[in-house]
T-cell receptor, first 112, second 113 residues
Framework: AAGVIQSPRHLIKEKRETATLKCYPI?????VYWYQQGPGQDPQFLIS???????DKGSIPDRFSAQQFSDYHSELNMSSLELGDSALYFC???????????FGPGTRLTVT | KQEVTQIPAALSVPEGENLVLNCSFT??????LQWFRQDPGKGLTSLLL?????REQTSGRLNASLDKSSGRSTLYIAASQPGDSATYLC????????????FGKGTTLSVSS
């Protein structure tokens, strides 16, 4: 069965650079979520989209922005990167907002 | 504000033992609860989803229960195996918060052969 696809899987950036993370949801899933998991931490919700509109917003820094495109894939744009942004970034998708969330393998971002 | 707590933080058991992982949440007004497994540095694998109207769900050797009124869920693992070694995360979807999952910090399980 198709799963959530995230790219890239690993990314190394320097401070103050920008990064773009991509997420391709499971086919026919219309809702995408982004989570950030710092080292030794639990995942923290950043933002979600339903039918290409922002649905819910969590602890997403103003330096980050995201959107969902017409084909339902989503991109998380991160600017002015800081050392503290180093984390695993997960994308999840579901078929509707209230349904089970399926997580991708994550993108490991390292900021040096 | 909804908070999710998992006890214990770590657990070591010999192979074959049955075990219970605990999850508690402060606000009983939840939409559903999910249990996940995470291997070190890897993604989250959904194990079981319990809707707020359900009492339990079963999948293979796993059984999850939900007592919404007391703010508790348990994950029962029967006949544990070394391959069960991982971190188990509990997450609730608060009814009023919409779509976001709120995670506990997890229980790291080690099963020795």
């Amino acid at each position: 069965a198709a799963g959530v696809i995230q790219s890239p899987r690993h990314l190394i950036k320097e401070k103050r650079e920008t990064a773009t993370l991509k997420c391709y949801p499971i086919p026919r899933h219309d809702t995408v979520y982004w989570y950030q998991q710092g080292p030794g931490q639990d995942p923290q919700f950043l933002i979600s989209f339903y039918e290409k509109m922002q649905s819910d917003k969590g602890s997403i820094p103003d330096r980050f922005s995201a959107q969902q495109f017409s084909d339902y894939h989503s991109e998380l744009n991160m600017s002015s990167l800081e050392l503290g942004d180093s984390a695993l970034y997960f994308c999840a998708s579901s078929q509707g907002r209230g349904y089970e969330q399926y997580f991708g393998p994550g993108t490991r971002l390292t900021v040096t | 504000k909804q908070e999710v707590t998992q006890i214990p933080a770590a657990l070591s058991v010999p192979e074959g033992e049955n075990l219970v992982l605990n999850c508690s949440f402060t606000d009983s007004a939840i939409y559903n609860l999910q249990w996940f497994r995470q291997d070190p540095g890897k993604g989250l694998t959904s194990l079981l989803l319990i809707q707020s109207s359900q009492r339990e769900q079963t999948s293979g050797r796993l059984n999850a229960s939900l007592d919404k009124s007391s703010g508790r869920s348990t994950l029962y693992i029967a006949a544990s195996q070394p391959g069960d070694s991982a971190t188990y995360l509990c997450a609730v979807r608060p009814h009023q918060a919409g779509t976001a999952l709120i995670f506990g910090k997890g229980t790291t399980l080690s099963v020795s052969s």
